[in-house]
C-alpha cells in the first residue's frame, strides 16, 4: 500500500505528466500490469486484444460504442445515425466539439470532422488511397469483417454527417463499427505526415480523440499515458496510466500484491483461491463472451450422420469437464452462443449425459467399434484453459460407449490451418470470443455455409439453419431477429454439429482501491470511468 | 599474432554464411506461417491467404527468397518485422542493451563468486568448504531457470520485500532512454533514487541468469587448479619456500585461468539462452524475450535478425577469448 502511495506521488515528477495534474492534487496514477507487448497502435492492422487495449480502448473512439462492461450499443463519435427502410443507407451525425490528441509532433488545428471518418474508412476500403499501403497495412479485421464486399461507398453529407452506403442490408453493422477496427483517425495529422515525408508515423506515433494520449512506448517494458485534458465526454478520473508489461501470469499476482500494480489480466487459476482470501485484492469475475466445443467433421462418415453425433453429444460428461478443466470458473454450454448475448435460446434442452442411451444410439445408427482422432489445441485459450486435459476426458467418455479415440495435436498455426479442411480427419476442439455482441458473430461466422473450409470447423452446411441465420442478419426489427435466432440455435441443437462444452468465467484481480473497474465482456481492459480511492 | 588473428577470422566468415542459412531455414521449417497466425480462430480465405503470403515474398521459391534476403543483408538491411513493421536492426537495438547489462552483472557475479570459489575449493580439497561449493554448484547448475526465478521472487520481492519484483527501474522514474543501459541514464537523468532503483532491479535477474555460468566456473576452476596444483613447477615453486599466495596467485592461478576463460567465453552463448527464461519472469525488455515472442508468431524477418545478430555476437566473444589465450600463453598462438 505504502509502494502504491509512493509510485503515485512519485510519478508525477515526470515533466511530460506534469501538464495533467490540477494545482494542488496529487495526480492519480493507474498501473495495469499487461501481458505483453502490443504489436503496434494502429489497431486497423492487427487481431490481438493485448494490441487493442493498448491502443484503441484508450487512445481513440469509434462512431458507435460498447457501453462500458456490457455489450450494448451506444453513440459514440456519432450522436445519432438514420437507418433508409431499405437497410442499405446508415447516416451518421457526428459529434461536435470533439478534440484530437496535441503531440509532440501534432497540434491540431480543428476539431474532428467527417473528413476524419472518410480517412479511416477510406484508407481501409479504398486500395488505391495513397494511405493504404503506409507501414505496409493490412487491414485483417476489416475484410475478415467482410467490409469490403459490403460496403458501396462513404459519402461526406457535410462536415458533420456522413453516409455508409451498403451494399446489401446487415443488420449487425452499427455493433461492427464499434469494433477496434473502426478506432478513427485524424486526416489532419495523416495530412500532415505525409507532407512531412514520414506518414508511418500516423501508425507509430497515434493521435486519436480518445480518453487518453500516449506519452511513450518502450518494447516489452512499458507503456505510458495521460489522461486527455479535453476529452469530449470530460477527462478521465485518473490522470495517468502506465501499463507495466508483465508477461508471467505468477509475477503479474506478485507485483499486484507488492502494490507495483492495481490490475492484471488473465490471473493462473492456480492463484484465484489465494487472489480470493487477499485482503488487498478485489476479485472481479463475469461470465465470459465466449464458447468452447468439440466440432465433428459433418463431411465425413460416420459424423455426416446426425445419429452418430448426438450419440457422442449424450456420452459426454461435460459436468466433470467443467470441473476438471474449467475448476468450477464456467458454465454449461448448450447453445453456440452464451447467455449473455441477446436472443439466447433459454427454452432449448440439452443432450442429457446417457452413456447406456448413447452406446444404444450409435448400435442403432450402425456404428461398431467406431476409431476416431480428437484434436487438442497446444494453447491455452480464454474459451478453453486446457484442451489437452479436455481431450483426455473425452477420451474416457468416448471409450465408455465403445469408441476408440487417438488424441492429436499439432502446433497452433499448423492446428488452426489444418483444422479448417474440409477432410480432416476427427473432432476438433476449439472456441470463440465474440467481437461485437451480435449472435451473427457467432452463428454466421462459426455455422454459416460460407464459413465450410474456413471458421466453420464442423464443414456443417444445414439450408433450414443457413436461412435463418441469413434473414436475421438483414431484418432491421430486433425482436424479429431474437425469434430468428432461437428458431437456429434449436436447429443447431437438433443436428448437434458440435458438442458445446462450456462458457468460461472471466476472472479480474483488482487491487482494493480501484474504484469502478468493470470486465468487459469482449476481453479488453477500459480504463476510462476506472478511478483510484 | 596477426597471422594467429588472421587464421582465427577466416573460419568466422564461412561460420557466419553457414548462420543466415540455418537461421533462414529454422524459421521455415517450424509449421505454420504468419499469415494464418494473423487470423487466428477466425481463420482466413484460401485466397486471401494467397494474396497475403504473396505480398510478403513467402510464395517464391525458398532458394529465391534466401537469395534476396543475402541481397538485402549485403546492403546492411536486416527487413523489416512482419508484425511491429519495425525495422529489425531498430528493435534489436531498442532492446539489446537490456540483455547486455542484465548479462554482464551475471557474468560479473559468476566470476566475482565463482573464481574464487573453485579456487579455495581445490587448495582445501576433501574439506567441508570444497564440499559445499562442489554441492551448491550441482544444485545451481540443475536447478531450471523459471523455477529459481519465481522461487526467489516470492522470497525476496513477496515475503521479506528487499526487492522490486520484475522490470527495469519503478514506475516511479520517467525519462528517456539515452544509451538503453538502464544503470548508466538512470544516472545520467539526474533523478534522485533512480540509480539505486534501477541497481535493485537488476539483482534478482542478474543472480538468476548468473546461476548456472557460476557453478560452471566454480567447477572448471576447482578442476584446473587441482590439475595445475599437482604439476611438477608448483611443486617447484613450493620447495623453493614460495608462500602459498604466491604460488596459488601467481604460478597456478595464470595457468588454471586458461580452460576457465574458455569456460567463459562459452557460457557468453549459455547466458543469451539463459536470458530467454529469465527475461519472461522478470518482465525484462531484452532480445531473449523477443526472440521467443517473434519465434511464436513466425515474424521470419526478426527470427532470422535475430539469430543473425546473436550469433555474430557470439562468435565475435569467442574470438576475443581466443585471441586472448594468445596474449595469456605465447606458446598457443605459436603453435595453433
Not at chain 1, 390 to 399: G, H, I, K, S
Not at chain 2, 255 to 267: E, K
Request: neutral net charge; proline residues 6%.
Amino acid at each position: 500500500m505504502r509502494k502504491t502511495k509512493n509510485l503515485i506521488a512519485a510519478f508525477c515528477g515526470a515533466s511530460l505528466l506534469l501538464a495533467s495534474m490540477s494545482a494542488g492534487a496529487a495526480p492519480k496514477t493507474l498501473v495495469f500490469c499487461s501481458e505483453g507487448s502490443p504489436e503496434g497502435f494502429n489497431p486497423a492492422f492487427y487481431t490481438a486484444g493485448t494490441t487493442f487495449d493498448a491502443s484503441s480502448r484508450q487512445l481513440f473512439d469509434k462512431l458507435s460504442s460498447f457501453k462500458r462492461g456490457t455489450t450494448e450499443i451506444q453513440p459514440g463519435l456519432a450522436e445519432k445515425w438514420v437507418v433508409s427502410p431499405d437497410g442499405l443507407e446508415y447516416t451518421f451525425h457526428l459529434r461536435k466539439g470533439v478534440k484530437f490528441h496535441t503531440t509532440k509532433t501534432f497540434t491540431p488545428t480543428r476539431d474532428f470532422n467527417a473528413d476524419d471518418i472518410i480517412f479511416t474508412f477510406m484508407r481501409q476500403f479504398d486500395v488505391n488511397h495513397p494511405f493504404h499501403k503506409v507501414s505496409s497495412g493490412k487491414y485483417e479485421y476489416f475484410n475478415s469483417m467482410s467490409m469490403p464486399d459490403l460496403l458501396k461507398e462513404i459519402v461526406k453529407v457535410d462536415d458533420y454527417t456522413v453516409k455508409f452506403v451498403l451494399k446489401r442490408p446487415e443488420a449487425p453493422f452499427i455493433a461492427n463499427l464499434a469494433m477496434d477496427f473502426a478506432s478513427v483517425h485524424s486526416a489532419e495529422y495523416a495530412d500532415k505526415m505525409m507532407k512531412a515525408g514520414t506518414p508511418d508515423k500516423v501508425d507509430f506515433e497515434p493521435v486519436g480523440t480518445g480518453p487518453f494520449q500516449l506519452v511513450s512506448y518502450q518494447k516489452d517494458s512499458n507503456i505510458r499515458y495521460q489522461a486527455h485534458p479535453n476529452y469530449w465526454a470530460g477527462k478521465a478520473a485518473i490522470d495517468n496510466l502506465v501499463f507495466a508489461i508483465t508477461p508471467d501470469a505468477s509475477v503479474r499476482y506478485q507485483k499486484l500484491k507488492a502494490g507495483e500494480c492495481h490490475v492484471m489480466p488473465y490471473p493462473n487459476p492456480a492463484d484465484l483461491e489465494a487472489m480470493g482470501k487477499d485482503p488487498l485484492v478485489t476479485l472481479l469475475k463475469k461470465e465470459g463472451l465466449n464458447v468452447g466445443y468439440l466440432a465433428y467433421n459433418a463431411l465425413v462418415p460416420p459424423f455426416d450422420n446426425v445419429k452418430v453425433r448426438k450419440a457422442l453429444n449424450m456420452s459426454i460428461n461435460k459436468q466433470a469437464i467443467l470441473d476438471a478443466v474449467y475448476q468450477g470458473a464456467g458454465k454449461l454450454a448448450k447453445n453456440p452462443i452464451p447467455p449473455t448475448i441477446w436472443s439466447y435460446n433459454d427454452a432449448v434442452v440439452d443432450d442429457k449425459y446417457d452413456p447406456a442411451a448413447a452406446k444404444q444410439a450409435l448400435a442403432d445408427a450402425g456404428v461398431k467399434d467406431l476409431k476416431m482422432k480428437i484434436w487438442a489445441m497446444p494453447v491455452q485459450r480464454p474459451y478453453n484453459p486446457n484442451a489437452k486435459r479436455m481431450a483426455e476426458m473425452l477420451q474416457a467418455d468416448f471409450a465408455a460407449v465403445g469408441v476408440t479415440v487417438e488424441i492429436v495435436s499439432y502446433e497452433w498455426a499448423e492446428y488452426l490451418k489444418r483444422s479448417k479442411e474440409k477432410d480432416r480427419d476427427g473432432a476438433v476442439l476449439l472456441g470463440w470470443t465474440g467481437d461485437n455482441g451480435d449472435p451473427d458473430n457467432f452463428l454466421a461466422v462459426l455455422l454459416g455455409c460460407d464459413a465450410v473450409g474456413n471458421a466453420n470447423r464442423a464443414q456443417w452446411c444445414n439450408q433450414p439453419f443457413d436461412d435463418l441465420i441469413k434473414k436475421a442478419k438483414v431484418v432491421a426489427d430486433p425482436a424479429e431477429r431474437t425469434k430468428l435466432y432461437g428458431q437456429a440455435q434449436v436447429v443447431f441443437k437438433e443436428q448437434a454439429p458440435w458438442a458445446t462444452i462450456a462458457h468460461s468465467v472471466v476472472f479480474q484481480p483488482v487491487r482494493k482501491e480501484v474504484v469502478d473497474f468493470r470486465i468487459d465482456p469482449f476481453g479488453g481492459n477500459v480504463f476510462y470511468g476506472v478511478d483510484l480511492k | 599474432m596477426f597471422g594467429y588473428f588472421f587464421k582465427k577470422l577466416l573460419v568466422v566468415v564461412p561460420t557466419f554464411f553457414g548462420v543466415t542459412l540455418v537461421a533462414f531455414v529454422f524459421i521455415r521449417t517450424l509449421p505454420g506461417d504468419p499469415v494464418m497466425l494473423l487470423a487466428g480462430e477466425r481463420g482466413m480465405s484460401d485466397e486471401r491467404h494467397a494474396q497475403l503470403m504473396a505480398e510478403y515474398g513467402f510464395d517464391k521459391p525458398i532458394l529465391v527468397q534466401y537469395g534476396i534476403y543475402l541481397k538485402q543483408l549485403a546492403g546492411g538491411d536486416f527487413g523489416t518485422s512482419i508484425i511491429t513493421r519495425q525495422p529489425i536492426l531498430q528493435e534489436f537495438a531498442t532492446l539489446f542493451p537490456a540483455t547486455v547489462e542484465l548479462s554482464l552483472c551475471a557474468m560479473f557475479i559468476a566470476v566475482f563468486f565463482g573464481l574464487p570459489a573453485g579456487m579455495i575449493a581445490a587448495t582445501k580439497r576433501g574439506s567441508i568448504f570444497d564440499h559445499s561449493v562442489m554441492t551448491g554448484a550441482l544444485t545451481g547448475y540443475s536447478m531450471p531457470i523459471f523455477w529459481w526465478g519465481l522461487l526467489l521472487i516470492i522470497m525476496f520481492s513477496g515475503i521479506l520485500g528487499w526487492t522490486p519484483v520484475s522490470g527495469r527501474i519503478s514506475m516511479l522514474y520517467y525519462f528517456e532512454p539515452v544509451t538503453g543501459f538502464m544503470l548508466i541514464d538512470s544516472l545520467l537523468s539526474g533523478q534522485e533514487g533512480a540509480f539505486v532503483s534501477a541497481m535493485s532491479h537488476l539483482v534478482l535477474p542478474a543472480i538468476v541468469l548468473g546461476t548456472i555460468p557460476l557453478a560452471v566456473i566454480a567447477r572448471q576452476t576447482r578442476s584446473a587448479m587441482l590439475e595445475v596444483l599437482s604439476e611438477d613447477y608448483v611443486r617447484t615453486a613450493r620447495a623453493k619456500g614460495l608462500g602459498p599466495q604466491r604460488v596459488i596467485g601467481l604460478h597456478a592461478l595464470r595457468n588454471a585461468l586458461i580452460p576457465v576463460i574458455t569456460v567463459i567465453g562459452l557460457q557468453v552463448g549459455v547466458l543469451f539462452a539463459g536470458a530467454i527464461l529469465t527475461e519472461t519472469i522478470f518482465s525484462w525488455p531484452g532480445i531473449g524475450k523477443w526472440m521467443v515472442d517473434s519465434i511464436f508468431r513466425r515474424d521470419y524477418s526478426a527470427v532470422q535478425g535475430g539469430l543473425l545478430l546473436i550469433a555474430a555476437i557470439v562468435m565475435f566473444v569467442n574470438l576475443a577469448v581466443d585471441l586472448l589465450y594468445g596474449l595469456i600463453n605465447p606458446q598457443i598462438r605459436h603453435t595453433d
